[in-house]
């Protein structure tokens, strides 16, 4: 599976954030998906997981209920928002896949990395 990360750019404080995934190969739909970001001379950091049905959501406890993820396996995509941005949200997410079907928080379970895209939130 082969994925493709795509929305960033510049976004003003206070905005949404829109992010898509979209994965190559039938496989996806067996996945568990998530988002994670690394913001400059920081660790990568989870953001966001979904199972491989969509039904069991996790989100990073520091984000305070402001991101939201999706997936849709008819369009093998997997869609990220985040609401009431800050600066401190600027950096470059990434979408992963994991094996572990139900879904994980934890980075080190995903070993299927898309490329990147970043987002820079101006205040």
């Known amino acids: 599976v082969q994925l493709q990360a795509s929305g960033g750019g510049l976004v003003q404080a206070g905005g949404t954030l829109r992010l898509s995934c979209t994965a190559s190969g039938r496989a996806f739909g067996a996945l568990g998906v998530g988002w994670f970001r690394q913001a400059p001379g920081k660790d990568r950091e989870f953001v966001a997981a979904v199972d491989w049905s969509g039904s069991r959501l996790f989100y990073a406890d520091s984000m305070k209920g402001r991101p939201a993820i999706r997936r849709d396996n008819a369009k093998n995509t997997v869609t990220l928002q985040v609401n009431r941005l800050k600066p401190e949200d600027t950096a470059v997410y990434y979408c992963?896949?994991?094996?572990?079907?139900?879904?994980?928080?934890?980075?080190?379970?995903?070993?299927?990395w898309g490329q990147g895209t970043l987002v820079t939130v101006s205040s």
């Open positions: 992963a896949t994991t094996t572990f079907r139900l879904g994980t928080r934890s980075i080190d379970e995903y070993d299927g």
